[in-house]
């Protein structure tokens, strides 16, 4: 995180694209060893994982020019010398989208403004009501726009929060009670911080999403040790998520995430119970409390 000034002379935070490619790559250098790629390994190691000249080596580069990256000038690089990069060092598709996106950013770093809080179309509104699963929409920063009756009483009454901590990611690190929901919330914690990396990745100057990297950086020792392992992910799909309920227990839900054509990017997350479960009965007990209308 760094921060960059607007025209009228404000400070911002915004994402450090040059630091996140440098710390990105050798994150990614530290977690190979010479024996895991069929490299020889000479002596002690200061560091762990391949050295510079190793992973050029690997990538079929002088080590001059994979260095140019690591110090955080990628610009200079061809898509195929990423590729061979992203192969050298064994990258995930993820990965490998995420480390394009810091070497060959589309367009040059302007900070965004925070833009007003995205609104939900009436069909999606409706669609959400319609769904006999839990259900909510997130943007890229994983502020929660909408949700429905099911979501609520399956992870708690957003609705009684202010609109500005109704975030995925802040809930996850900064709300016991949201944390208490989920069986493992270690485990769920480190998939969110996964989200949060590619997404920001995709937005690295928008003052609003580095703003909230930071209060959860500046509130929470998890969060800041789990954000220095770079990890990235998309958001898992048809993975099983166990559940914790004050008044059903634990149950099992499968978690669905799709995107929402049009407009700004915003997804559906939707879970749903194994036909014929106990995790199905458990869904069906919650849907039958009365509950007040959300606003």
Same mark, same amino acid.
């Given at each position: ?117 995205? =609104? /939900?179309? +009436?069909? *999606? ?5 319609? !769904? ?5 929409? %997130?943007? #890229? ?7 429905? =009756? /099911?979501? +609520?009483? *399956? ?5 009684? !929060? ?5 975030? %995925?990611? #802040? ?7 949201? =944390? ?116």
């Amino acid at each position: 995180m760094s921060s960059q000034v607007t025209p009228d002379g404000q400070a911002t935070p915004g994402l450090d694209r040059r630091t996140e490619l440098r710390e990105f790559l050798r994150s990614r250098r530290a977690r190979l060893r010479p024996e895991d790629v069929g490299l020889p390994s000479h002596g002690r190691r200061r560091v762990p994982g391949l050295r510079r000249e190793e992973l050029a080596q690997l990538a079929g580069v002088s080590y001059a020019y994979y260095a140019r990256p690591e110090q955080g000038y990628g610009e200079t690089m061809s898509a195929e010398v990423l590729d061979a990069v992203a192969r050298a060092l064994r990258l995930n598709v993820e990965e490998r989208d995420h480390l394009v996106r810091l070497a060959q950013p589309e367009r040059p770093s302007v900070t965004q403004a925070a833009p007003p809080r995205q =609104r /939900l179309r +009436a069909g *999606v509104r409706h669609l959400l009501d319609a !769904l006999g699963v839990p259900a909510y929409v %997130v943007d #890229r920063r994983l502020d929660i726009l909408g949700w429905n =009756r /099911l979501a +609520a009483a *399956v992870f708690g009454d957003w609705g009684r !929060l202010p609109p500005e901590e109704r975030n %995925v990611a #802040r809930l996850a690190f900064l709300s016991p009670e949201a =944390r208490e929901r989920f069986a493992d919330p270690d485990s769920t914690a480190w998939k969110i911080v996964g989200v949060v990396r590619m997404n920001a990745g995709k937005s690295p100057d928008d003052a609003h999403f580095s703003s909230l990297i930071q209060e959860l950086s500046h509130k929470s020792e998890e969060f800041r040790q789990l954000w220095a392992r770079h990890e990235v992910s998309c958001g898992t799909v048809g993975e099983t998520v166990r559940m914790r309920h004050p008044l059903v227990g634990e149950f099992d839900l499968v978690h669905e995430p799709m995107a929402l054509p049009g407009g700004a990017p915003m997804r559906l997350v939707t879970y749903h119970a194994e036909p014929g479960s106990r995790s199905e009965e458990a869904l069906r007990m919650l849907a039958s409390w009365e509950m007040e209308p959300l606003p």
